[in-house]
């Protein structure tokens, strides 16, 4: 019911939403692209842990100047629509990244084995 309530509550024909999602296609777009070239996929991840650790930052922003791009305030004192909407997929992304990176290092040491 939580779900269904939040999913109804949002107006997903925002432009900021579809922006927002455009921009979480292309990072999942790059991330994959890019899964076998490991220093991008490095930077990347750095990029990604860095844009995850501004999240507080543009929660504040967002709640300051809502009225400017958006037509309802989507932005609480705790974050939780920046958490699920920004933050959870660009955790998945960097998690991503670290599943490969670690099957990159599992295959490299059975070459080095060998």
């Given at each position: 019911?939580?779900?269904?309530?939040?999913?109804?509550?949002?107006?997903?024909?925002?432009?900021?939403?579809?922006?927002?999602?455009?921009?979480?296609?292309?990072?999942?777009?790059?991330?994959?692209?890019?899964?076998?070239?490991?220093?991008?996929?490095?930077?990347?991840?750095?990029?990604?842990l860095g844009a995850v650790y501004g999240a507080e930052r543009l929660n504040a922003l967002g709640a300051a100047h809502?009225?400017?791009?958006?037509?309802?305030?989507?932005?609480?004192?705790?974050?939780?629509?920046?958490?699920?909407?920004?933050?959870?997929?660009?955790?998945?992304?960097?998690?991503?990244?670290?599943?490969?990176?670690?099957?990159?290092?599992?295959?490299?040491?059975?070459e080095v084995r060998r």
């Amino acid at each position: 019911d939580d779900v269904r309530g939040f999913v109804h509550a949002v107006d997903w024909t925002e432009p900021w939403l579809k922006g927002l999602l455009g921009l979480h296609l292309s990072v999942w777009a790059v991330v994959i692209v890019t899964r076998r070239v490991n220093e991008l996929q490095m930077a990347l991840l750095v990029a990604i842990l860095g844009a995850v650790y501004g999240a507080e930052r543009l929660n504040a922003l967002g709640a300051a100047h809502w009225r400017e791009f958006a037509t309802q305030d989507y932005f609480d004192e705790r974050g939780v629509f920046v958490a699920l909407l920004y933050c959870t997929p660009l955790l998945l992304a960097a998690g991503f990244i670290l599943l490969n990176a670690l099957r990159t290092t599992a295959r490299l040491l059975v070459e080095v084995r060998r």
